[in-house]
């Protein structure tokens, strides 16, 4: 292993790090200044870089833009008398691996400086995991090699595509892949979030208007099915949309011409057109509010995206993919993260999916303190929500639901937890749960429910709040009075 090298103009900094660095069996080469230190560089390399900011004859943030320049995998360990702001800031922003304010405790700064050579290493013997050409989609699990192997079979089709999925599983990322191998590739893509246009404003927004259709139409416009001719249109949430306009997009469908709102003449629709949705139509249409000839028109074939929680061990592939992403974005060396901490965020269940991730590894990219992102790095939030579960209704990947310690089978066997998930899962685990209490005859099923639902409710809001109990009957809506009451029926005090 190469040295560790101490740039320091302080004698004694560099003689107390060299003997503590000694005890733990590493070596070491100091320098005064840090024209030797540039000096070195020419001809040798460390293992990990000490250096202090401000030295006569040199800046430590100079050192340290010319080691990122010329050694970018290089951890460096800035030091400074001047705890700062600026310093720290200037520290991060050159890519420092970590910022040590002196005084410091020795044992400390050993450990940081263990931790630096352990990231060195690891960057030496893994593979490069910066990647020249963002790939279109990741996934090394079978559903998702199922869904890669369905985009493959579809790539000389332009049959109608129907997705379905929560949401944030990248569903529009299928939709754009799709597009991008398929016939019409050189034509455009047009995307609409349906759920997102006002009623009054959508149909105009899919097929255009002539100028004096309305108040406000100053002058004709192109909507989105002329847009994207010879190309692919991406309706979103298509369950979401009004039922007297399903009925226009059906004869779209159905005839291939639609009029603009106001216009007499038929235009004709050269288009393909993939949906997706998180709503189950099947029930929709069962509820009289999804059309069932428009449902059966566009699922000529059905694509389902998996929930990240049915794939979790994609989740350090993905992970280390949006690091990767989020520093090129910023412009900053990519962080790691350990094994535990990867370990840990693979068991999560990740209620919002690949975008909550994503989320995730942008706060993670900005806020982590070090280079290697451990456990104790993550959001409090997210570490305390997973390790003070409430008791409540979770679903295991084998379809049983477990409410309070008893379990049954013939849940949906797609949800993790209650919160974050279509509620007809934990209300179909509580009707199991209610028909289990009718069947052994037991007493006062209502009042009991109530009990643990309540129980579960305060539980899981006292953890999110750290035990204020204000801020916990504010987040739930309801008065100080009434949670303290509550606790103390409940028995939650201890």
């Known amino acids: 292993m190469k040295p560790i090298w101490i740039v320091d103009d302080d004698q004694s900094i560099r003689w107390v790090l060299e003997k503590a660095l000694a005890r733990e069996n590493f070596t070491t080469r100091s320098f005064s200044g840090v024209r030797d230190a540039l000096a070195a560089l020419e001809t040798e390399s460390p293992q990990v870089l000490v250096s ?5 004859g040199g800046s430590g943030l100079e050192l340290l833009q010319t080691v990122r ?24 922003q050159g890519g420092a691996f970590e910022y040590l304010a002196k005084p410091f405790d020795v044992d400390k700064a050993v450990e940081l400086i263990r931790r630096a050579v352990d990231e060195s290493m690891r960057g030496e013997a893994a593979y490069d995991e910066r990647v020249t050409e963002t790939p279109e989609m990741l996934g090394q699990a079978p559903a998702m090699q199922d869904m890669f192997r369905a985009i493959g079979r579809l790539s000389h089709s332009a049959a109608t595509v129907l997705i379905t999925g929560e949401s944030g599983t990248g569903k529009e990322l299928v939709a754009r892949a799709l597009h991008r191998h398929s016939p019409r590739a050189n034509g455009p893509f047009i995307a609409l979030n349906t759920a997102a246009i006002p009623k009054d404003l959508l149909e105009s927004e899919l097929f255009g208007h002539e100028r004096g259709a309305f108040t406000g139409a100053q002058a004709m416009r192109q909507g989105r099915f002329e847009q994207a001719e010879n190309g692919t249109l991406f309706l979103d949430e298509i369950g979401d949309m009004p039922f007297d306009l399903q009925t226009r997009l059906l004869r779209v469908l159905s005839d291939g011409q639609f009029y603009r709102v106001g216009g007499h003449n038929p235009l004709k629709a050269n288009v393909r057109v ?15 509010l999804f059309r069932e000839d428009l449902y059966h ?27 990767q992403k989020s520093a090129r974005d910023l412009g900053v060396e990519p962080k790691r993260v350990s094994d535990d901490a990867l370990a840990y965020l693979a068991s999560l269940p990740f209620p919002g999916n690949v975008r909550q991730l994503e989320n995730l590894c942008n706060w993670l990219t900005v806020m982590a303190p070090a280079q290697v992102i451990e456990r104790k790095d993550l959001p409090p939030d997210l570490t305390a929500r997973h390790e003070h579960a409430p008791e409540a209704i979770a679903v295991s990947t084998d379809g049983a639901v477990a409410v309070n310690g008893s379990s049954t089978v013939g849940a949906t066997p797609t949800a993790a937890a209650p919160a974050g998930v279509p509620v007809s899962v934990w209300e179909s685990g509580l009707r199991t749960e209610v028909a289990r209490l009718l069947r052994e005859n037991s007493a006062d099923v209502m009042d009991e429910l109530a009990r643990r639902f309540e129980a579960a409710v305060i539980r899981e809001a006292l953890d999110f709040t750290r035990g204020r109990k204000v801020e916990a009957a504010e987040r739930l809506g309801i008065g100080r009075n009434t949670i303290t009451r509550k606790i103390q029926e409940l028995h939650l005090d201890a």
């Open 52 to 56: 202090d900011i401000r030295m006569p």
């Open 69 to 92: 320049d010329r050694l970018p995998g290089l951890p460096v360990i800035i030091m400074t008398a001047f705890s700062d702001l600026d310093s720290a800031v200037a520290a991060f």
């Open 274 to 288: 993939i949906a997706a949705t998180h709503q189950n139509l099947e029930s929709r249409v069962r509820q009289g």
């Open 297 to 323: 028109r566009l699922n000529v074939i059905r694509l389902r995206l998996p929930a990240l929680r049915e794939r979790s061990e994609d989740i350090p592939l993905l992970t280390r993919h949006f690091l």
